[in-house]
């Protein structure tokens, strides 16, 4: 048999949070009680008023079929009203909206629709994976720009976009995430502005990546690029943004999000998406729809749900002996220095050792990037008093 190569496949270095699985395994397998901080995954189910509005759309047997195009209209619509009322922005239902299978899905089709071999495109380093990964996997070159607490947005795009410059080559797509993943990062409204204006000199395409968009421990509402005192129509003329419900709503599993728009893009995600696939099963995009206009007070919990959370693993693990811990800004994760007893390990290794000695597991820094080497990302996913059995373990293997 020939053994084929697998070109893009091969090319992906191994997802962030399968790195450690194979450890996790066997410890579980021991029979330990392993506390699982690594992977993102909201741990309360989806709030029943959603739920509800699920089963009542999963009764009408229309929704049954099945339904290709850019999404529910009542979806669409409601998206429209949400970006409009938090905002002040408003877009054409038809050519500026596009529902997509979750914000992975969108990124990367978006990715596979406008990018091709010899495209470079500016990233977050660190970063969501799919940030990175997904204009590789189109076959873009990808260059990384310095994120994090402390960085200017806006001077660290300019000069990854003069890097790039610098080798013959120009940008055709930068990628921003505010509040970010995994750093907690948040942004003002000016300097989301300062770094649009970058994007929009340069002549390149921008894709900002808004999943935490009810995350930013600052302000109620995180900033949009569409609302960053850059004119809307401006913006609109070479930019998108993703927001996803995972988060927000604590509807991971659903896979629905949207992204909003200059038109071209839009349509040019939603033509490749004609041969990929027929869209996210209406009742879900009904429930959706139902939760952003009816959800705000539902939303506020899940804030003040992860605020707490970050204050308590914070003070947890600084009373443990982790030197060096802060408090997000905003998201469901702390993004945490390695502590200095450990000070000469990577942070795969203190992963593992975290796993080994604490049974406690966290994602290792560099599965977001070569920026994320010396930090480890804890996921908000457990409440207080396991959030304190899990610092009380920590702490035992720092002194150990």
């Known amino acids: 048999m020939t053994s084929w190569s697998f070109p893009r496949a091969e090319a992906l270095p191994t997802y962030a949070f399968v790195a450690t699985d194979a450890l996790k395994a066997r410890v579980r397998a021991s029979g330990a009680d392993l506390i699982d901080l690594g992977l993102g995954n909201p741990d309360h189910p989806t709030p029943q008023a959603i739920v509800d509005q699920l089963h009542a759309a999963a009764d009408v047997g229309s929704h049954h079929r099945y339904h290709p195009g850019r999404g529910f209209p009542a979806l669409r619509a409601a998206i429209g009203a949400w970006y409009e009322r938090r905002y002040g922005a408003r877009f ?39 940030h990175a990964g997904a204009p590789g996997i189109a076959g873009a070159s990808v260059e990384g720009y310095a994120s994090g607490p402390g960085v200017d947005p806006a001077k660290s795009v300019a000069d990854a976009i003069a890097r790039v410059e610098a080798k013959g080559g120009r940008v055709k797509l930068v990628i ?43 302000s109620r509402y995180a900033p949009s690029i569409f609302d960053c005192g850059v004119p809307v129509e401006e913006v609109k003329s070479f930019a998108v943004e993703v927001f996803s419900m995972s988060k927000s709503y604590h509807m991971p599993g659903w896979r629905i999000a949207y992204m909003v728009g200059q ?46 959370r970050a204050t308590a693993l914070a003070e947890g693990l600084r009373s443990a002996g982790w030197d060096n811990v802060s408090e997000p800004s905003g998201t469901m994760f702390i993004w945490a220095p390695l502590p200095s007893v450990w000070s000469g390990l990577t942070a795969a290794q203190v992963g593992d050792r975290l796993i080994e000695r604490a049974h406690v597991a966290v994602a290792p820094g560099t599965g977001f990037g070569p920026g994320g080497e010396g930090f ?25």
């Not at 038109?263 to 429930?287: C, N, S």
């Open 176 to 218: 921003a995430n505010y509040p970010q993943n995994p750093t907690g990062a948040v942004v003002t409204k000016q300097a989301l502005g300062d770094l649009v204006r970058v994007v929009q000199k340069s002549g390149a395409l921008l894709l900002h990546d808004l999943a935490y968009a009810d995350l930013d421990f600052a």
């Open 92 to 130: 054409d239902l038809d050519r500026e909206v596009i529902v997509t299978m979750g914000a992975k899905e969108g990124i990367s089709h978006l990715c596979l629709a406008i990018l091709d071999r010899g495209d470079y495109a500016v990233v977050p380093d660190p970063c969501y994976p799919i």
């Open 263 to 308: 038109e071209r893009m839009i349509g040019a995600l939603g033509h490749l998406k004609t041969y990929m696939d027929y869209g996210t099963f209406i009742p879900l995009q009904v429930a959706a729809a139902w939760a952003l206009e009816h959800g705000d007070a539902l939303v506020s919990e899940m804030r003040a749900l992860y605020q707490r």
């Open 376 to 400: 480890v990302r804890f996921a908000l996913i457990e409440d207080p008093p396991r959030l304190t059995e899990a610092c009380r373990r920590i702490g035992e293997a720092l002194r150990g």
